[in-house]
């Protein structure tokens, strides 16, 4: 009677150690590994430079003022991070945050002009694309607007020009300076007419800035174009813009397929408009502050202000009011 072999006879044992020496010494390793849970990293902790491509430290670049470390390209900015970063802390007080834009045209192309502006504040947390406020820098008082270029690619409606009428309203009323950074596509065309009305009413209103004597800074950062560079961003008693930020009215795309020429390199750069004597000086973002407070300080016939001064600096007596002459 044979007896039966065993489960792992000598044949099932070297056909085991035969499937194990076929396998390659990795695969032998990976067999070995546990898996793990794998490590997370939250959104936003990392970013990339438009510029250079360098992957860069959220964190950092925040710090930065939005400038990359490695090529210095100047990135977008939001409004409220930039007059932040200008007026002395605890000195803001912001204006005209109850106007809010409506659809009196029952605007509609691809989608209805109400369902972008629902669109536009529910991603950017503001009610339109251009944010104001009064505060101090380095001791001085100014008015300061920006525009939210999130916004509807900072597009000018009835609100941002109600807004800016109201910084000038508040320059005028406080004696002082006004400093205005532009980052706009132009006018918002789903206001139609009453959009580029508000090119006349920036313009009117920075007339009786003139009239008083006091200054207007115009701070043209990347893009500063259409009905916005047409009107009250061009007006500046001193124009200064950020490095390589386009400025014009018309893209130069559309340039090049009217004239159907190739345009220069650079063209409508800030750098090719100091050239051609269309803008006083490009600032860096970080040296801004000190630069504007330096100017104002000369116009305003002040102290020039301490540059090693913290953010919480002393008030400066007001400059009292001066009448325009005859």
């Not at 803001?92 to 691809?110: I, T």
């Not at 580029?196 to 990347?222: C, F, H, N, W």
């Not at 400025?247 to 190739?262: D, H, L, N, S, Y």
Request: with cysteine; glycine share 8%; proline share 7%.
């Amino acid at each position: 009677m044979a007896l039966c072999a065993p489960p792992y006879g000598k044949t099932g044992i070297d056909q085991v150690q035969a499937e194990r020496l076929s396998m390659s010494w990795i695969e032998r390793i990976k067999s070995n590994i546990t898996p793990t849970r794998k490590a997370s990293i939250p959104e936003g902790v990392w970013t990339k430079c438009d510029s250079c491509g360098q992957v860069l430290y959220r964190a950092e670049l925040e710090r930065n003022l939005e400038v990359c470390p490695k090529c210095d390209h100047h990135m977008r900015m939001s409004a409220r991070n930039r007059l932040h970063s200008l007026l002395d802390e605890g000195s803001l007080v912001e204006l005209g945050s109850e106007l809010e834009p409506k659809d009196v045209l029952k605007f509609r192309d691809s989608k209805k002009y109400k369902d972008r502006l629902a669109s536009a504040q529910k991603e950017t947390g503001e009610k339109d694309a251009l944010i104001v406020m009064k505060g101090t820098l380095h001791g001085m008082p100014v008015v300061g607007a920006a525009f939210e270029f999130s916004f509807m690619g900072g597009s000018m409606g009835s609100v941002v020009g109600a807004r800016f009428v109201r910084a000038v309203e508040q320059a005028l009323e406080d004696n002082c300076p006004l400093i205005c950074f532009s980052a706009s596509g132009g006018a918002r065309m789903q206001e139609a007419l009453m959009s580029l009305m508000q090119m006349a009413k920036t313009s009117a209103a920075l007339a009786k800035m003139q009239e008083r004597g006091l200054p207007y800074i115009s701070v043209l950062t990347d893009p500063t174009m259409g009905g916005v560079s047409a009107s009250f961003a061009m007006l500046g008693d001193l124009n200064i813009a950020e490095p390589k930020a386009l400025i014009g009215f018309a893209g130069p795309r559309v340039i090049e397929q009217t004239v159907r020429e190739k345009l220069p390199p650079g063209f409508q750069r800030s750098e090719f408009l100091i050239e051609k004597g269309a803008i006083d000086m490009i600032v860096r973002r970080p040296e801004m502050r000190l630069k504007l407070a330096s100017i104002l300080a000369k116009l305003m016939n002040l102290p020039a202000p301490n540059p090693d001064a913290p953010r919480e600096s002393v008030v400066v007596p007001p400059v009292p009011d001066q009448e325009p002459e005859a």
